[in-house]
Protein backbone atom coordinates (compact mmCIF):
# COMPACT_ATOMS: atom_id res chain seq x y z
CA UNK A 1 0.00 0.00 0.00
CA UNK A 2 1.30 3.45 -0.92
CA UNK A 3 2.00 5.95 1.58
CA UNK A 4 -0.93 8.35 2.23
CA UNK A 5 0.20 12.16 0.66
CA UNK A 6 -0.85 13.46 4.05
CA UNK A 7 1.88 11.91 5.96
CA UNK A 8 4.07 14.91 4.79
CA UNK A 9 2.30 16.44 8.07
CA UNK A 10 1.54 13.92 10.09
CA UNK A 11 4.26 12.28 10.88
CA UNK A 12 4.47 8.83 13.68
CA UNK A 13 4.48 10.63 16.56
CA UNK A 14 1.61 13.49 15.23
CA UNK A 15 -0.38 10.20 14.62
CA UNK A 16 0.26 8.98 18.40
CA UNK A 17 -1.09 12.34 19.98
CA UNK A 18 -4.16 12.12 17.85
CA UNK A 19 -4.71 8.33 18.60
CA UNK A 20 -4.19 9.76 22.54
CA UNK A 21 -6.65 12.69 22.17
CA UNK A 22 -9.28 10.75 19.41
CA UNK A 23 -8.94 11.96 15.98
CA UNK A 24 -6.93 9.31 14.82
CA UNK A 25 -9.69 7.26 13.36
CA UNK A 26 -11.49 10.55 11.10
CA UNK A 27 -7.52 10.91 9.73
CA UNK A 28 -7.11 7.25 9.20
CA UNK A 29 -10.38 6.71 6.98
CA UNK A 30 -9.11 10.21 5.09
CA UNK A 31 -5.65 8.29 4.87
CA UNK A 32 -7.57 5.11 2.73
CA UNK A 33 -8.67 7.42 0.60
CA UNK A 34 -4.83 8.09 0.15
CA UNK A 35 -5.28 11.44 2.50
CA UNK A 36 -4.67 15.03 1.05
CA UNK A 37 -5.35 16.27 -2.66
CA UNK A 38 -2.18 16.45 -4.74
CA UNK A 39 -3.56 17.77 -7.86
CA UNK A 40 -4.49 21.25 -8.82
CA UNK A 41 -7.75 21.09 -9.42
CA UNK A 42 -10.05 23.63 -10.62
CA UNK A 43 -11.41 25.07 -7.47
CA UNK A 44 -8.02 25.50 -5.95
CA UNK A 45 -6.84 27.45 -9.33
CA UNK A 46 -10.40 29.22 -8.70
CA UNK A 47 -9.43 30.22 -5.33
CA UNK A 48 -5.75 31.11 -6.51
CA UNK A 49 -7.34 33.90 -9.06
CA UNK A 50 -8.94 35.40 -5.95
CA UNK A 51 -6.19 35.65 -3.13
CA UNK A 52 -3.87 38.13 -2.78
CA UNK A 53 -1.73 37.71 0.15
CA UNK A 54 0.16 34.55 1.19
CA UNK A 55 2.58 33.43 3.94
CA UNK A 56 5.85 31.19 2.99
CA UNK A 57 7.09 29.36 5.08
CA UNK A 58 10.73 27.70 4.76
CA UNK A 59 13.34 26.73 7.36
CA UNK A 60 17.67 27.01 6.88
CA UNK A 61 19.40 24.04 6.63
CA UNK A 62 19.68 23.84 10.51
CA UNK A 63 15.98 23.66 11.04
CA UNK A 64 14.89 27.46 11.91
CA UNK A 65 11.61 28.32 10.47
CA UNK A 66 10.68 31.69 8.95
CA UNK A 67 7.90 32.88 7.66
CA UNK A 68 7.78 35.73 5.06
CA UNK A 69 4.20 37.62 3.94
CA UNK A 70 3.98 37.39 0.16
CA UNK A 71 1.05 39.67 -1.70
CA UNK A 72 0.36 41.37 -4.87
CA UNK A 73 -3.05 41.54 -6.78
CA UNK A 74 -5.99 39.08 -6.93
CA UNK A 75 -4.34 36.29 -8.88
CA UNK A 76 -0.80 36.96 -8.04
CA UNK A 77 0.14 33.10 -7.59
CA UNK A 78 -0.40 31.33 -11.18
CA UNK A 79 -1.03 27.76 -11.85
CA UNK A 80 2.39 27.19 -14.57
CA UNK A 81 1.61 22.91 -14.15
CA UNK A 82 -0.18 19.96 -13.04
CA UNK A 83 1.71 20.53 -9.60
CA UNK A 84 3.88 23.84 -10.40
CA UNK A 85 2.72 27.33 -8.99
CA UNK A 86 4.70 30.13 -9.34
CA UNK A 87 4.81 34.32 -8.68
CA UNK A 88 6.83 37.16 -8.97
CA UNK A 89 9.34 38.08 -6.27
CA UNK A 90 9.24 42.03 -5.57
CA UNK A 91 11.98 44.02 -4.55
CA UNK A 92 11.90 44.69 -0.96
CA UNK A 93 14.00 45.01 2.46
CA UNK A 94 16.97 42.62 0.85
CA UNK A 95 17.16 40.56 3.76
CA UNK A 96 17.14 37.38 1.69
CA UNK A 97 16.24 34.98 4.07
CA UNK A 98 13.85 32.99 1.96
CA UNK A 99 15.96 33.42 -0.28
CA UNK A 100 19.09 31.92 1.13
CA UNK A 101 16.76 29.18 3.22
CA UNK A 102 15.62 27.71 0.11
CA UNK A 103 19.65 27.62 -1.03
CA UNK A 104 20.14 25.43 1.98
CA UNK A 105 16.63 23.34 2.03
CA UNK A 106 13.87 23.28 -0.51
CA UNK A 107 10.87 22.54 1.56
CA UNK A 108 9.19 25.09 1.81
CA UNK A 109 5.11 25.90 2.66
CA UNK A 110 2.48 27.92 1.38
CA UNK A 111 -0.57 29.66 4.07
CA UNK A 112 -3.41 30.80 1.94
CA UNK A 113 -6.10 32.90 3.56
CA UNK A 114 -9.42 33.99 2.06
CA UNK A 115 -11.13 36.04 4.90
CA UNK A 116 -13.98 37.39 3.21
CA UNK A 117 -15.40 33.65 2.50
CA UNK A 118 -13.76 32.49 5.64
CA UNK A 119 -11.33 29.85 3.64
CA UNK A 120 -7.81 28.46 4.34
CA UNK A 121 -5.48 26.81 2.54
CA UNK A 122 -2.39 25.00 2.94
CA UNK A 123 -0.01 23.87 0.69
CA UNK A 124 3.22 21.61 1.20
CA UNK A 125 5.75 21.07 -1.02
CA UNK A 126 9.13 22.34 -2.83
CA UNK A 127 10.15 25.83 -4.08
CA UNK A 128 13.29 27.20 -5.78
CA UNK A 129 14.38 31.00 -6.69
CA UNK A 130 15.18 31.71 -10.79
CA UNK A 131 16.84 34.57 -10.98
CA UNK A 132 18.01 35.01 -14.20
CA UNK A 133 14.49 34.20 -16.58
CA UNK A 134 12.98 37.40 -17.93
CA UNK A 135 10.39 35.83 -19.87
CA UNK A 136 9.16 33.99 -16.67
CA UNK A 137 9.33 37.60 -14.60
CA UNK A 138 7.28 39.00 -17.14
CA UNK A 139 4.76 36.24 -17.52
CA UNK A 140 4.27 35.90 -13.45
CA UNK A 141 4.74 39.92 -13.22
CA UNK A 142 0.64 41.26 -12.68
CA UNK A 143 0.15 43.75 -15.32
CA UNK A 144 0.03 47.30 -14.21
CA UNK A 145 1.27 46.48 -10.83
CA UNK A 146 3.74 49.04 -8.88
CA UNK A 147 6.83 46.55 -8.01
CA UNK A 148 9.63 46.06 -9.34
CA UNK A 149 10.30 42.42 -9.76
CA UNK A 150 13.39 40.65 -8.53
CA UNK A 151 12.91 37.19 -8.93
CA UNK A 152 10.45 33.78 -9.24
CA UNK A 153 9.58 31.74 -6.81
CA UNK A 154 8.11 28.24 -8.49
CA UNK A 155 6.56 25.85 -5.77
CA UNK A 156 6.33 22.70 -6.29
CA UNK A 157 3.05 21.57 -5.05
CA UNK A 158 3.45 17.46 -3.18
CA UNK A 159 -0.11 17.88 -0.97
CA UNK A 160 -2.65 20.28 -0.40
CA UNK A 161 -5.41 20.62 2.22
CA UNK A 162 -8.44 22.74 2.77
CA UNK A 163 -9.14 23.60 6.71
CA UNK A 164 -12.42 23.80 7.85
CA UNK A 165 -14.01 27.98 8.69
CA UNK A 166 -13.78 27.60 12.63
CA UNK A 167 -12.61 30.40 14.32
CA UNK A 168 -11.77 32.49 11.02
CA UNK A 169 -12.60 35.83 11.55
CA UNK A 170 -14.27 36.95 8.79
CA UNK A 171 -13.14 40.15 6.83
CA UNK A 172 -13.76 42.38 4.05
CA UNK A 173 -11.08 43.71 1.58
CA UNK A 174 -10.81 47.58 1.69
CA UNK A 175 -11.03 47.81 -1.94
CA UNK A 176 -14.59 45.50 -1.76
CA UNK A 177 -15.49 47.83 0.65
CA UNK A 178 -15.25 50.78 -1.17
CA UNK A 179 -16.36 49.78 -4.29
CA UNK A 180 -19.61 48.99 -2.42
CA UNK A 181 -19.82 52.18 -0.61
CA UNK A 182 -19.62 54.18 -3.76
CA UNK A 183 -22.32 52.23 -5.41
CA UNK A 184 -24.43 53.07 -2.44
CA UNK A 185 -23.63 56.38 -2.11
CA UNK A 186 -24.54 56.93 -6.01
CA UNK A 187 -28.06 54.94 -5.72
CA UNK A 188 -28.16 57.25 -2.63
CA UNK A 189 -27.73 60.65 -4.98
CA UNK A 190 -30.03 59.29 -7.78
CA UNK A 191 -32.92 59.02 -4.70
CA UNK A 192 -32.43 62.04 -3.18
CA UNK A 193 -32.53 63.78 -6.71
CA UNK A 194 -36.09 62.08 -7.71
CA UNK A 195 -37.29 62.84 -4.02
CA UNK A 196 -35.82 66.58 -4.41
CA UNK A 197 -38.00 66.70 -8.01
CA UNK A 198 -40.97 65.02 -6.24
CA UNK A 199 -41.50 67.36 -3.35
CA UNK A 200 -40.63 70.35 -5.90
CA UNK A 201 -44.37 69.54 -7.40
CA UNK A 202 -44.90 69.54 -11.18
CA UNK A 203 -43.06 72.26 -13.07
Not at 64 to 82: A, S, V
Not at 91 to 120: S, V
Not at 136 to 159: G, K, N, S, T
Amino acid sequence: MSTPSSDIAFTPRIKAIQAERGSRPNYARMEERGGFRTELTEDLAQFLAGIDTAFLATANAAGQPYTQHRGGPKGFIKILGPKTLGFADYKGNRQYITTGNLAENDRAFLFLMDYAHRRRVKLWGRARVVADDDALVARLMPEDYEARPEQVILFEVEAWDINCPQHIPQKIDGADVARVLAELQERIAVLEAENARLRAGPV
